[in-house]
């Protein structure tokens, strides 16, 4: 095999039954249903029980998985505690990688990788990750920490458990639908890394931090915060031509649009657009979404023909924003959701694993003489 492909691009390198994406025009499925079918009819814990089954749910069937997920929500102890003894400048990013890594200590059998126990410990890491990211934001804040409440959905416990506070049905729904359409996306560099390290037989933990590792860097998950700094540079809707032209003209990048797949608009930034513009109008935020739509449209009559067009992230800041988080959280949020695919991709993988291990060519010198260190 001598073929190349820089940052992988076009090679297959896993079958997936999980999500299918055409990135020509502009699909993306969960198991056959496209994504925005979801986002408008379904929740959260549903899709997670599509991504990880295969298929949807019975009745029974989703109420005996959402009762066994709110079931977990608590801490252990000695997570709640460590949590306390974090600094309280740490990144939320880091702090969810060290946090996610720091549960496998509280498994007694963190190493079973059958395909049933995989699903079992993605139900604790999807149940305990919003928990940690509510408590060390509360934690930072200096204000106790909030029990979580079995009663409330995924998303309404995470909000819950953040301000103390319910979420209206409106700002709860909202949510959920970022988790929906955040929560799957085909072999993306993250997803990648879970199965590279599940492949190892490794153990789940250690392939959702991984992933989580990988998330949180600028060309992946960490551009929906790059899009809410872009914004807050932005000082009104008349700045952004100047601003967006600066930028193309200095060969720099606008956070929140291209893709390696997508060369048509992200299905899930349409979801999101229409999210981001109710929300805002919700909220008093109009300008921020108005800032955005001019983006999109300077960036449409400049950059489409190149097939650049508005991603997952540059929507959701908005959303997030509107919704109340603050900017350095937009980024575990996509992580929370994410969890969903990563863990739906390390089951696959499980159930027919191989070893990943590409090649790599080798472009240095041969029969290099060993120069003893007194003459180099
Ligand atoms: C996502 C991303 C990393 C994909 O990168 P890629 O497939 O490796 O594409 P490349 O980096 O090769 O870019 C191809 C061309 O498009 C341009 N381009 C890509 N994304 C761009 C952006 N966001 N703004 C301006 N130009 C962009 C590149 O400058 C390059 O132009 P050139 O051919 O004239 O040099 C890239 O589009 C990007 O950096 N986007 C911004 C970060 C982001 O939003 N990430 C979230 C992805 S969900």
Not at 220 to 243: K, P, Q
Request: with cysteine; charged share 25%; glycine share 6%.
């Amino acid at each position: 095999m001598t073929t190349f492909s820089k940052g992988l691009e076009g090679v297959v390198a896993a079958e997936t039954e999980t999500s299918y994406i055409d990135g020509t025009a502009g699909i993306l499925e969960y198991v056959g249903i496209p994504i925005g079918e979801l986002a408008s009819k379904s929740t959260f814990e549903e899709t997670v029980f599509l991504l990880w089954n295969r298929r949807l749910p019975t009745k029974t069937e989703l109420a005996s998985f959402t009762s066994e997920l709110r079931s977990r929500y608590e801490l252990p102890e000695g997570i709640a505690g460590r949590i306390k003894h974090l600094p309280k400048d740490a990144q939320p990013m880091h702090m969810l990688r060290t946090m996610v890594s720091a549960l496998a200590m509280h498994d007694p059998s963190p190493n079973d990788n059958t395909v049933e126990a995989a699903r079992d410990k993605s139900l604790n890491i999807l149940a305990q990750a919003p928990s940690i990211v509510a408590c060390f934001d509360r934690h930072r804040r200096g204000e106790e920490f909030v029990k979580p409440d079995p009663s409330l959905s995924f998303s309404e416990n995470f909000m819950y458990m953040l301000n103390a506070k319910k979420p209206t049905p409106a700002m709860a729904r909202a949510f959920d639908i970022c988790m929906i359409t955040h929560a799957d996306h085909g072999l993306n560099n993250s997803t990648f890394a879970a199965r590279v390290i599940i492949s190892t037989l490794s153990d789940v933990y250690s392939a959702l931090t991984g992933a989580i590792g990988s998330l949180r860097g600028p060309l992946h998950g960490g551009a929906n915060e790059g899009v809410m700094r872009m914004l807050n540079e932005i000082d009104s809707v008349d700045d952004a031509e100047a601003y967006v032209m600066g930028k193309l003209e200095r060969k720099e990048r606008i956070m929140g649009f291209g893709h390696r797949v997508y060369k048509a608009k992200d299905p899930r930034a349409t979801e999101l657009m229409a999210l981001a513009k109710q929300l805002a109008d919700d909220t008093g935020n109009t300008d921020l979404y108005l800032k955005s739509h001019a983006i999109e449209e300077i960036m449409e009559r400049e950059v489409a023909s190149k097939g650049i067009y508005p991603n997952v992230d540059f929507y959701s800041a908005t959303t997030y924003h509107c919704i109340g988080l603050k900017l350095d959280l937009f980024t575990p949020m996509f992580a929370l959701s994410r969890i969903a695919g990563w863990a739906g991709h390390v089951i696959e993988q499980l159930g027919d694993n191989r070893l990943f291990r590409p090649t790599v060519n080798y472009v240095g010198p041969h029969d290099a003489p060993y120069v003893p260190i007194d003459q180099r």
